[in-house]
């Protein structure tokens, strides 16, 4: 008979706490084993130390251990010694993502994982619950008061606001020069229609100058783009959006800058000497050159976004000095927080200043960063990265939560949504969790709705392709779904701008389409409102732990505080959640609490936990 075996590092019975920890604290692990004559667990972090398990009743093993001091990764699984000489090593499934474990006859386990992280660790209050808003300015609003400014670039500017974007699909030459001019008044014009929403923060894309639409090529770090408005404009923005209780957070690109820019000056458009001029530039140690000032080094190999050396003294303390630094010139003028660009490559002791000036400017003051895999276990350029430990990000955009729910409303399994997402639970420090940027569409990725219709079109057709009345409906079910996952995982849920009326978009730049004013469908964005008053009803039930309490096929059921969630993406299902205590063996045991929802298909609910505990049927 072979061995019963049983670890779930999801579930409080087996890991306490499941997920992570403050370094120093202890940890109880449990194993259920039915046949062994010990049980070890090996741990490691800087070091390897191996913990004899001790038998409890009903086959459980367990061992309560100190968790080591400082803050970063630590890692165990168990050794199984049976009577008949055999050892068998129990570990993490080998796709990492936690939960349940597996049995391994040879070779070594993939571990499970702990994060420590610095018990001192905070994020800002003001921003758990909360409801996020990202505009890419150009494209969401251009206030009738706008007239063309004179600008040192080159720019086209569409005579029509639904006309399409230009787009050269030699990609090294894309230069991203056409422009719909949104600007600064056209956002100050549309914020009573964001609070509607129940949006108390607007992330907005880059707004310094550039000569880019999306303006990632930074000309100057002090100054806003002339088409957007004067920095001005933009303090009146902020006050204006202050008054309706809405914070803004600004899109901070720290790794490159534009080739046409006061700091390299390629083209001889500034007054001032640039990198590109000579090592007589102030700004030359900025960047790294070859042997002629043409061959330097670049973001991804576009020429026009020159990469900057963001250890250089002179650069480091032009961006975070907390005196004089560009860090200090926006939090003077009201901004609640940054969106890090490209995360993965800035150094760590960049972040580590950037950090210590915001914080020290304004200890509420929110730092994001962009990255797209597990934030904990990312790796960049050799170095295992520390976002997340306490001393750096507050927190990340969470490009697995999309995934997962994407997957899931196209009719993708319960239980690997289930599986994903709690990796991430599992793995991200409680903090962190309650203030992940959950996005579904970004300036980076297809529109959802498009996403979701899986259709593949040629990319010369991308920009006018709409969908059938039928590709759309199927689209805007699964659209809605997405929403409502969206808006119930931990985390606060970012609206792509448009995205809450429908708008569609491929790839860059139709993803970053205009407003559709006057094509708006509304009862999307309805949906949105209904969501976002709920999320802001029951705040509490949005910050703080989850438990999935059933997943399966196309069905799956979580809880968050005192409410319970539940969606279905394909034939009705009948949801049996189980009301989880604090031990589970099996169906029999005492604490297995029952009750059903029946979900049709493509549905989702909410109930609350006390009204389902009072009628539910044992």
């Not at 976004?305 to 003077?332: Q, R």
């Amino acid at each position: 008979m072979d061995i019963m075996l049983l670890h779930d590092s999801h579930n409080e019975f087996y890991r306490t706490p499941s997920g992570p920890a403050p370094a120093g604290s202890n940890v109880l692990i449990r194993l259920h084993c039915d046949e062994a004559t010990s049980v070890v667990l090996r741990t490691w972090m800087t070091e390897e130390l191996c913990y004899t398990m001790l038998p409890t009743a009903e086959h459980v093993w367990e061992v309560a251990i100190p968790l080591p001091t400082t803050p970063g990764l630590f890692w165990y699984y168990f050794l199984i010694y049976r009577k008949d000489g055999r050892t068998i090593r129990y570990g993490n499934q080998p796709d990492k993502l936690g939960g349940v474990g597996v049995a391994y006859d040879h070779g070594e386990p993939e571990s499970f994982q702990i994060t420590l992280y610095d018990p001192a660790y905070k994020t800002p209050e003001a921003f758990h619950g909360a409801n996020i808003y990202q505009i890419f300015p150009d494209r969401f609003k251009r206030s009738k008061k706008y007239s063309i400014p004179e600008v040192k670039s080159e720019r086209k500017l569409h005579k029509k606001w639904d006309e399409i974007p230009e787009y050269i699909y030699d990609v090294p030459k894309y230069t991203a020069n056409d422009f719909y001019g949104g600007n600064f008044d056209g956002i100050i014009e549309q914020l009573d229609y964001i609070k509607s929403m129940g949006v108390n923060i607007i992330y907005l894309n880059p707004i310094f100058e550039s000569g880019a639409n999306h303006r990632y090529s930074t000309a100057d770090y002090k100054n806003a783009d002339p088409y957007l408005g004067t920095n001005e404009d933009f303090s009146r923005l902020v006050k204006e959006a202050k008054k309706r209780d809405i914070k803004i957070i600004l899109d901070g690109v720290f790794s490159h800058t534009g080739d046409d820019s006061i700091y390299f000056n390629k083209f001889g458009h500034y007054p001032e000497k640039g990198a590109y001029q000579g090592k007589d530039s102030p700004y030359y140690t900025w960047y790294t050159f070859g042997k002629n000032h043409d061959e330097y080094e670049c973001w991804w190999g576009f020429k026009n976004l020159p990469n900057v050396n963001e250890t250089d003294p002179s650069y480091m303390s032009f961006i975070t000095d907390p005196e004089n630094g560009v860090l200090k010139f926006w939090n003077d003028m009201g901004i609640s927080g940054w969106r890090l660009d490209v995360a993965d490559e800035l150094p760590d002791a960049f972040i580590d200043a950037l950090r210590k000036t915001v914080k020290k400017l304004n200890q509420d003051s929110l730092i994001i960063g962009e990255v797209w895999e597990d934030a904990t276990t990312k790796e960049s350029y050799g170095i295992k990265r520390r976002y997340l430990l306490g001393n750096q990000l507050d927190s990340v955009m969470n490009y697995p939560f999309r995934n997962a729910i994407l997957d899931f409303a196209c009719g993708g399994k319960g239980t690997d949504f289930s599986q994903s997402v709690m990796s991430i639970v599992e793995n991200y420090p409680p903090q962190s969790l309650d203030v992940l940027m959950n996005s579904i569409s970004t300036h980076d990725t297809l529109r959802a709705i498009t996403a979701l219709n899986q259709k593949n079109v040629l990319l010369k057709n991308q920009g006018s392709y709409k969908m059938t009345a039928e590709e759309y409906e199927k689209s805007k079910k699964r659209l809605l779904m997405s929403v409502f996952l969206q808006f119930t995982l931990p985390g606060i849920p970012c609206i792509y701008y448009g995205d809450e009326v429908g708008l569609q978009g491929y790839r860059d730049p139709y993803n970053r389409m205009t407003y559709p004013y006057g094509k708006e469908d509304f009862s999307i964005l309805d949906f949105h409102k209904s969501l976002a008053e709920i999320r802001l009803k029951y705040k509490n039930s949005f910050t703080g732990v989850m438990n999935v309490l059933y997943a399966d096929q196309n069905a799956v059921c979580y809880r968050r505080g005192n409410l319970i969630f539940a969606a279905c993406n394909g034939d009705a299902a009948f949801i049996k959640a189980q009301n989880i205590g604090e031990r589970i063996f099996g169906a029999s045991d005492s604490v297995y609490n029952k009750y059903g929802i029946i979900m049709p298909p493509y549905s989702w609910a909410i109930f609350k936990a006390d009204d389902i505990d009072n009628n539910r049927k044992d």
